[in-house]
């Protein structure tokens, strides 16, 4: 095995598993900000209990999100060196901007989001909550922005290996980059709610504090009517973004080998197996719909798709990965959205009554499984976008090869493997101590922040 | 104007850095000195004063990795390719560390984290150290960036300056704990602090002495320059404050002081750390404007960086306000 591949493997390693946490912890810090207003406006204590509740998972997923977030930073050099050289000089300011415009105010007011409840006045300790949950978004911001730098590298001249000029504007706003935040920030938000609603629907199924794990039920429906379909329509921007942008890995996603002639709709393949050498679909099942590929990329049923064959075989990159990882994604993000349809309508027709709760098992169940949906569903896409840019590590300005370090194949094992039983580890220890905090449950006892004292006793 | 802004974020980079140092290193000092520990109760107080910082303080590492990155590429780059193996180190001692402190609390096997606890920051702390003391001892390079083996970073300037992190740091974190804290707790850390400026001693006196008998190769860099007279003075004055520092720790009259000394102390070693390296930034003979990006990637970097660096000291020192006064009893984590 090569230092490359082995750089490659660690690399895809090192961001799947940092994605997790703050995948969670940006939307939930979302959810606190909801959560506090609501309890400072109605001054209903259930909504301070749950920020409670919440926040113990969310600082958990913090530690993780940070301590896993730092080998990226390092990563870039330590195994892209070639990489890193000749772009820093615009790639590395962005991950300065977001250390000090994001992570710092995110991780200092921490400090008082955690352990200020006594410290400081409400008003305080809600813009600190606000403050933790807009740093988290930003740095979302920043890092999606270098990456879809990576995608769509606009505004940079790079001359005798090193950037020689950038336009700022053009390098930030980069064609990828408003779209991709959005869709990878929708996606925060449906993770967290699908991850709140399966521990919810856990609670209620064991019928402990269900109705107190209704209330939450019910917040995150709501705000999965907005997100939900939102979703779909970014998923579906960024789609035709990537057949504007990056053909050749669009014909790579769609398994797409010849371009459609003129007049005539390409047809969608459900399930393709591509075969390389005869440069053909060795087998596949299609879409009932014709020209469905060619409406769903470019948004006209005769719209031209350009196949694999029009790239020389050198550019194409990989097909399966992308080719089922996006398939799967899309699956997934239109069953969350019929699980909201769903909700829906058993919220109207009064399912979802605390003293209805016992009932329609089955879709508490459902519910339940459903935790894990938004993780898979944003790991899936970043395996479309990342192997969907191969062979390039800045499409068309770099191949991923050229951007390696000099390393021994020795090391990057060594490294690859600490890093797979590192964060096997720090994956069961997540779930044994949320499961721990999940079997503790909600603490409905202890008292209020001292300030609501004083205010009962003045009023 | 390329020579001033290379210089300036030099100096930047610096003062990040030193302030990492300061702030976090502490934390990686208590997290050496709780392996000497076996009260529960003492453990979880120490980790009660770092528990809101920590990652805050951290966040100096990540801009100043940023910088780095973004002001100096080839530098991140080559540097982080030829020192590979510490700065792996270091990225796996600080995911230990901080994973420590996040569970610690739920778990029942205390005992377990408290000793992943200071092994991480044991090993953050030497990871730093070889990182440091492989760009002093210099970086082989050829035509295609780095040219060395993996292992280069293991010379006899990169022990000294683990050693001298380690001490450094554990001296800064008793004399902390010690300013926090009352009682038994506080008189430990008072000795432990003293104990710590003379293992500092001995270290910087005896690494002085034999790196100059050693005569190494990389170290003609060290001794041939016109600024040996600045680190002269400075090492000299370093005596003053490593006195005061166990002077003060021995009287226990007043409780602010060590910590403040040991801060003057760890400033000077730090300013005659960057006065030995600058203008050059790999030393022997790769200097800041050499390297530095465009002008113009720099000046954006002033505006998305540079004036966000006393924002957020202000805003971190906001913070601190709230956190003020002693941590008598162990506290569970969430309660300061």
């Known amino acids: 095995m090569d230092p490359l591949f082995l750089s490659r493997v660690q690399f895809a390693v090192t961001t799947a598993f940092h994605m997790l946490w703050p995948l969670l912890s940006i939307g939930l810090s979302f959810m606190m900000v909801i959560l506090e207003i609501a309890w400072l406006k109605t001054r209903n204590e259930v909504y301070y209990r749950h920020e409670r509740f919440w926040s113990k998972i969310f600082i958990l997923t913090f530690g993780i999100g940070v301590a896993s977030g730092l080998v990226l930073e390092f990563e870039f050099g330590t195994n892209w060196a070639g990489f890193s050289s000749v772009v820093g000089g615009f790639f590395g300011n962005i991950l300065g901007f977001e250390g000090s415009m994001a992570f710092a105010l995110e991780s200092a007011f921490l400090a008082i989001f955690i352990f200020g409840w006594n410290k400081v006045s409400p008003r305080v300790h809600l813009v600190s909550t606000i403050l933790v949950a807009f740093g988290a978004s930003l740095s979302a911001w920043w890092i999606m922005d270098a990456n879809s730098w990576m995608q769509t590298p606009t505004g940079v001249k790079i001359v005798n290996g090193s950037v020689s000029s950038i336009n700022y504007l053009q390098a930030i706003l980069n064609p990828f980059a408003t779209i991709s935040f959005w869709h990878i920030w929708v996606a925060c938000i449906e ?32 705000i999965a009517i907005f997100a939900t379909p939102v979703q779909v329509y970014l998923g579906d921007l960024s789609g035709k973004l990537v057949g504007q942008y990056q053909p050749a890995t669009l014909a790579a996603i769609e398994s797409h080998w010849n371009t459609n002639s003129v007049g005539t709709g390409a047809t969608w393949h459900l399930i393709a197996i591509p075969d390389r050498k005869a440069e053909t679909n060795s087998f596949i099942i299609n879409a009932p719909i014709p020209g469905l590929m060619s409406f769903l990329d470019t948004g006209s049923f005769t719209g031209q798709v350009k196949g694999l064959k029009d790239f020389s075989a050198q550019d194409r990159g990989p097909i399966i990965l992308p080719f089922y990882s996006l398939r799967l994604m899309v699956l997934i993000g239109f069953i969350m959205v019929f699980m909201m349809l769903w909700a829906l309508w058993y919220w109207f027709k009064g399912n979802l009554k605390y003293e209805n709760t016992s009932r329609h098992k089955w879709f508490w169940r459902i519910w339940y499984w459903g935790l894990p949906f938004g993780f898979i569903a944003t790991e899936l896409g970043w395996i479309t976008r990342e192997v969907g840019r191969q062979p390039w590590v800045i499409y068309g300005i770099m191949r991923t090869s050229e951007g390696i370090s000099n390393l021994t194949a020795e090391q990057v094992m060594a490294t690859l493997v600490a890093f797979i039983l590192t964060y096997v580890v720090l994956f069961v220890i997540f779930i044994a101590f949320t499961r721990k905090i999940l079997k503790t449950g909600p603490d409905l006892k202890s008292p209020l922040p001292d300030w609501t004292k004083e205010t009962k006793k003045n009023a | 104007m390329h020579e001033f802004l290379a210089n300036l974020w030099f ?19 208590i997290g050496v000195w709780t392996l000497f520990d076996k009260d529960e109760n003492r453990i979880s107080t120490e980790i009660t004063l770092i528990g809101p910082f920590w990652d805050a303080n951290e966040t100096w590492l990540v801009m100043a990795g940023g910088i780095l990155f973004g002001a100096f590429p080839a530098v991140y780059a080559i540097g982080a390719n030829a020192l590979y193996i510490p700065i792996m180190i270091l990225i796996f001692g600080l995911i230990f560390r901080a994973v420590a402190i996040e569970v610690r609390d739920h778990s029942k096997n205390k005992r377990l984290w408290d000793v992943i606890f200071g092994l991480g920051s044991l090993a953050a702390i030497f990871g730093q ?63 432990r602090t003293i104990a710590s400026a003379i293992l500092s001693t001995i270290l910087t006196v005896t690494a002085l002495i034999s790196l100059h008998f050693l005569n190494l190769p990389e170290m003609k860099f060290w001794f041939s320059r016109p600024d040996e007279y600045i ?58 404007v050499d390297v530095a990006s465009p002008n113009e990637s720099l000046i954006a970097m002033l505006i998305g960086i540079g004036i966000f660096i006393p924002i957020i000291i202000a805003y971190n020192m906001y913070i601190k306000k709230y956190f003020r006064g002693k941590v008598s009893k162990a506290g569970k984590y969430g309660e300061y």
């Open chain 2, 231 to 288: 680190l002269t003075v400075l090492y000299l004055f370093a005596t003053f404050p490593i006195v005061m520092v166990i002077l003060n720790a021995y009287k226990k009259k007043n409780d602010k002081l060590p910590y403040f000394w040991t801060l003057v102390l760890v400033v000077d070693a730090f300013v005659a750390g960057v006065v030995e390296i600058f203008p050059y930034i790999v030393p022997p003979n790769i200097k800041a």
């Open chain 1, 191 to 222: 993770t967290t709610i699908f991850f709140v609603n399966g521990i919810s629907a856990y609670y209620i199924l064991k019928k402990q504090n269900a109705e107190f794990f209704l209330k939450i039920f019910k917040i995150s429906v709501i």
């Open chain 2, 129 to 191: 150290g070889f990182a440091i003391g492989g760009l002093f001892g210099g970086i082989k390079i050829g035509p295609h960036g780095f040219a060395g083996s993996p292992w280069d970073f293991l010379t006899p300037i990169s022990f000294v300056l683990s050693f001298g992190f380690l001490f450094g740091y554990m001296m800064m974190g008793a004399a902390y704990v010690a300013m926090k804290t009352d009682g038994q707790i506080q008189r430990k850390n008072y000795s």
């Open chain 2, 11 to 29: 100096l930047i980079l610096a003062f990040e850095l030193g302030l990492y140092a300061i702030l976090d290193g502490m934390d990686l000092g």
